[in-house]
């Protein structure tokens, strides 16, 4: 296991310097490629997206005229208006996720959530949330998990469930991948992705040991009253063709103190989100008195979203 | 002198300081933050006030199957309990506790923490159970029995939502 990581590890960064070689290359070409995937656009928009500074380095000024300028064009393209926030990271905040797995039973109900509040395409089908069924005792065994469980009922005896989502790495190897610098981490640990930067290379995807970004193949479908109009440049903002998405914690809620809208769509209770440096969040509490774990942690990732389970079921009844 | 008066002292009283923090326990959430119950499934078919029939009548501690009213109510908790180990003998409209405290419907977690202690104390913490808001500010709290029929509690399986679509059977 651990040798086999390894070699994975050397794989990703020969790849890496492979990459590095190739990212003045791409970058040339991503400029030219970059407005190509809005083909609507008018002239003024094709020469005002053309040039469009990096959302980093945009005062808030010019981010407020981007997201002008893209609110219209989605109004003229879903005839609705869809209003993007650009809510910058709070201040000592670093967002963390806590999951408890021996509560999980694997109803689905927080990736259909997710699909609604963010915007996903529904045909071509991408979710953002998959859960994985393992046999008990088959924990974390890859080749044995089923995606494609479809019982009557669940919890099915003799299973646990496990969701598994972006895992926004404190040391992602996903935004290294990117020649254009199209995905980053922000200052609140969220990794998120610039749709119109991103020149789908899909170089992220193949760095993500997580299989969490996904890749619209095709003009996403989505009919327009499904279409969530509370979005966030860096989120659920509708995308185009040819662009990776993934999981953003829902940037557009939680930069606005909220919940995501998978935890509270969970209907057991089995996830857990909040603040990483505040001692009195449920993250922490989690973190303090449960057994966690994070997914191939042994790659060096560090993701910020945890797994966790009961010590022992006697305990519970304590008191 | 003095100086090492204050540190010994102090050196003194860190193991309690310590002590009180692993002590210290989560606050009861404001009873606004918790979200409401359901309506008893049978509140429009005459049952509420429980006082209108119960007020008169003899109250009945025997352990038994109930053949004349409340049929459906069938233990599936705490062998060996009873009704009034939850409900109230004298007053039908309200729960006890084991102090012999009276409590309305309106907090009947405060009745299911006697026995699930631990429980409670990772619901109170935001763990068990499910809140629903602002993880920086006001939330509310989903209540035991909305997640759990005091008489039958453990979580009834469910019906989940479509498989994701395989490669294979996309066209």
Redesign the interface.
């Known amino acids: 296991m651990k040798d086999k990581d390894e070699k994975k590890i050397e794989k990703r960064e020969l790849k890496i310097n492979r990459r590095t070689l190739l990212k003045g290359a791409l970058a040339g070409a991503a400029t030219t490629m970059l407005p190509l995937n809005r083909a609507d656009a008018s002239f003024k928009d094709f020469w005002e997206s053309f040039f469009q500074k990096h959302f980093r380095e945009m005062t808030v000024a010019e981010k407020q005229q981007v997201v002008q300028r893209l609110e219209q064009e989605y109004e003229r393209k879903y005839k609705k208006a869809i209003q993007i926030g650009i809510e910058p990271a709070?201040p000592g905040?670093l967002f963390g996720y806590g999951l408890?797995l021996s509560r999980c039973?694997?109803?689905?109900?927080c990736?259909?959530a997710c699909v609604h509040e963010n915007n996903q395409s529904r045909d071509?089908?991408i979710?953002w949330i998959?859960v994985l069924r393992f046999k008990h005792g088959d924990l974390m065994n890859w080749e044995k998990a089923e995606?494609?469980?479809?019982?009557?009922?669940?919890?099915e005896p003799g299973y646990f469930y496990m969701p598994v989502q972006c895992q926004q790495c404190e040391n992602p190897a996903c935004t290294r991948a990117c020649p254009t610098q199209a995905t980053w981490k922000e200052p609140d640990g969220i990794v998120v992705v610039d749709y119109n930067w991103c020149i789908g290379c899909r170089y992220c995807m193949a760095a993500c040991p997580y299989g969490a970004r996904h890749f619209n193949w095709g003009e996403p479908g989505i009919k327009p009253a499904d279409i969530n109009p509370v979005t966030h440049y860096l989120g659920n903002r509708p995308r185009y063709r040819g662009v990776v998405e993934k999981c953003t914690f829902c940037i557009q809620r939680?930069r606005k103190?909220?919940?995501t809208a998978c935890?509270?769509a969970?209907?057991?209770?089995a996830r857990?989100?909040?603040?990483l440096l505040d001692p009195k969040?449920?993250v922490r509490?989690?973190m303090e008195?449960k057994r966690t774990f994070r997914l191939k942690d042994d790659l060096g990732t560090h993701p910020k979203f945890f797994y966790f389970f009961d010590f022992e079921a006697g305990?519970?009844?304590?008191? | 002198m003095g100086k090492k008066l204050i540190a010994a002292v102090l050196f003194l009283l860190l193991p309690l300081s310590f002590a009180y923090a692993a002590g210290q326990d989560y606050p009861l959430p404001n009873p606004k933050d918790i979200m409401a119950r359901p309506a008893f499934p049978k509140a429009d078919q005459g049952l509420w006030p429980c006082s209108q029939c119960h007020s008169g009548m003899p109250v009945n501690y025997k352990i038994r199957k109930l053949t004349m009213m409340h049929q459906d109510v069938v233990l599936k908790h705490m062998p060996g309990g009873w009704c009034f180990d939850c409900h109230n003998p004298t007053n039908r409209d309200t729960l006890k506790l084991f102090t012999g405290q009276t409590v309305s419907f309106d907090q009947s977690y405060l009745v299911c923490a006697q026995?699930?202690?631990?429980?409670?104390?990772?619901w109170k913490?935001?763990?068990?159970?499910?809140?629903?808001?602002?993880?920086?500010?006001k939330k509310t709290y989903?209540q035991c029995i909305n997640?759990h029929w005091p008489h039958d509690p453990k979580?009834k399986?469910?019906?989940?939502?479509?498989?994701?679509?395989?490669p294979a059977d996309?066209k």
């Open positions: 709070m905040v408890d039973i694997g109803c689905r109900t990736v259909y071509p089908q979710q998959q995606k494609y469980y479809d019982p009557k009922q669940v919890p939680t103190g909220r919940y935890v509270e969970c209907p057991v209770g857990k989100f909040g603040n969040s449920e509490y989690a008195h305990e519970r009844f304590s008191g | 026995c699930h202690g631990f429980i409670f104390k990772e913490a935001g763990l068990h159970g499910k809140r629903i808001g602002m993880w920086n500010g989903y997640c979580f399986s469910i019906k989940p939502f479509p498989a994701p679509i395989r996309i």
